[in-house]
């Protein structure tokens, strides 16, 4: 008897366990992909472009080129900073993207500028 309450307890904690794995899968597939250029594709490139150049819409509300040395030049705190608060017309993504995947982002961005002269 108390060996069947044991298994059953066991039983029972591997289900808990099961459902909230599969729970946590599922809230994981709500949020951004990890990934920075699937992120920069979907919230950035919209304004930025995909390459950093700056789509139309962009260009209209005055967004740097991402490659540029002004965008460059400056730190990744300040890169960061950026992203999270906005500024101007540039949205602020704090409360889209977390901490990790601004400075993603960051990295990012320092990489389009090495695809510069080779795109
Ligand atoms: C609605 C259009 C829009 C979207 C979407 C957008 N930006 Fe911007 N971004 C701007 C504009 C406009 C500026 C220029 C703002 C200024 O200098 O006042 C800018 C500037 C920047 C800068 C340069 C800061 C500088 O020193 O000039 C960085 C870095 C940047 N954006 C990163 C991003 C990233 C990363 C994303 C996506 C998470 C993003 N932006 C999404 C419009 C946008």
Known sequence: MRRTVVRLAIFAGIVVTLTQSSFGQRSHALTPDPNAAVVFNAYCA?????????????????????????VQKQSNAALARFISEGKERMPAFKSQLTHRQVMDEVLYIRALRHRKNNP
């Open 46 to 70: 919209v304004c930025h472009g995909v390459d950093g150049t700056g789509s139309p819409t962009g260009k209209s509300l005055h967004a740097a080129d991402l490659r540029s040395a002004a």
